[in-house]
């Protein structure tokens, strides 16, 4: 059975996993499921059209699944969807999607929320990425895998931040983040590759030379970005972990950080 203590409130319809852990005074709606081995700590609102995949933490006074912070809002049925394995810290915000965008902002597996994050409407996060405190990114946002965005970062809204990348604290993001590449500043601008992110994953030596060659290729060589994706084609031969940013660097987006 839930372990629901006796303060929370689980409304009628929502559909709660055999074992899931609800702490006092939190909230639960109606149309909200939540699957097992999540745990919900005091004083958290779970709201909307949500689900919440297995073995979730979330902790006290978070929000999930609200109405999202758009004037165009007009109670449409937008939903929220998380997946498992994520932490969700003191005071983060999620908020619905938007019916004039993807109607959902989706979270993937493995994430680590930390305390007063916000994730707005309409926003897709992929899988194990870190959004240290404070870091906020808008409407429309959409963050690689393994991507980490440092204490107190913002992302505007339309932008995209590709796997692998790495926004510095207080950085401001204005325009894409290219995949692997460190940004830091405001407005925010490229500040090398994220090596010490590719290390930790299990990148080699000869993988991390790639892309730093591949940074020096945009960022360092002079040429357009047009060209620069020429050249990146070329490479991509003979180091495949390249292929990511090429197919970033070919999507139509506010141009990426230069």
């Known amino acids: 059975m839930p372990a629901i203590h006796p303060t929370a409130l689980i409304e009628p319809g929502a559909e709660l996993a055999d074992d899931v852990d609800v702490g006092a005074y939190s909230i639960v709606g109606s149309n909200v499921r939540i699957g097992a081995g999540t745990r919900i700590g005091p004083h958290v609102v779970i709201a909307g059209r949500t689900s919440i995949g297995a073995r979730n933490r979330?902790?006290?006074?978070?929000?999930?699944?609200?109405?999202?912070?758009?004037?165009?809002?007009g109670g449409e049925a937008t939903t929220t969807t998380l997946g498992d394995d994520n932490v969700v810290r003191e005071y983060v915000s999620i908020h619905a999607g938007t019916a004039q965008d993807r109607g959902t902002t989706t979270i993937g597996n493995g994430n680590w929320f930390l305390a007063y994050t916000h994730v707005a409407h309409d926003c897709i996060v992929g899988n194990q990425t870190t959004f240290s405190n404070n870091a906020q990114i808008a409407g429309h946002v959409s963050v690689g895998d393994f991507a980490v965005l440092g204490a107190y970062a913002g992302v505007h809204q339309f932008c995209r931040v590709g796997a692998h990348a790495m926004l510095?604290?207080?950085?401001?993001?204005?325009?894409?983040?290219?995949?692997?590449?460190?940004?830091?500043?405001?407005?925010?601008?490229?500040?090398?590759?994220?090596?010490?992110?590719?290390?930790?994953r299990g990148y080699s030596p000869a993988d991390i030379s790639a892309v730093r060659r591949a940074y020096r290729t945009i960022y360092r060589a002079g040429l357009s970005l047009e060209d620069a994706r020429g050249e990146l084609g070329k490479a991509a031969a003979d180091a495949p972990l390249l292929k990511p940013l090429l197919d970033f660097l070919a999507e139509p987006g506010r141009g990426i950080v230069r």
Request: proline share 10%; hydrophobic share 40%; charged share 20%.
């Open 168 to 200: 510095a604290a207080g950085a401001i993001v204005l325009q894409d983040v290219p995949p692997f590449v460190t940004v830091a500043g405001y407005p925010a601008k490229p500040a090398g590759t994220n090596n010490e992110g590719l290390r930790r």
């Open 58 to 73: 979330i902790f006290q006074f978070a929000s999930i699944g609200d109405i999202p912070q758009d004037r165009k809002y």
